[in-house]
């Protein structure tokens, strides 16, 4: 387990966007909305568990394929924009109070993922060089 990780900020945002998404999810259920928003926001917890999980135990270290920060700011950005497409959609139509709950959530969500995005992008910014191109000690 990391431990530097398991108390800097980015598990914090982490464990909160899976918490809001949560929250979200039993919000669109409770309320019986489209499947899309449900599927969407479904996954959109599994992939910030997952990331966290990754993170957490040093699983990006061992899977040297992807360079993961680059991923998890592409998973951030692009949820971004669908639960911002997906969760406006629920604000307009708010068949009933558990839609607009959800949809009102899900804007929450919004905003928490491209923060974590920003600390995803100051992290990989302030990061020393690496590889060839890194200077000489």
Known sequence: VDRAYARSARVVMKITRTLVALATLLCFVASKSHE??????????????????LYLLRLDTLIRCLFWPLADILNSVVAALFLLIVCLFAIIIRTNKGTLAGGVLGLILVVLCLVDAVLLCRKISLDKARGRSAPAK
């Open 36 to 53: 899309a928003c449900v599927a969407l926001v479904g996954m959109e917890m599994v992939i910030t568990f997952l990331f966290l999980l």
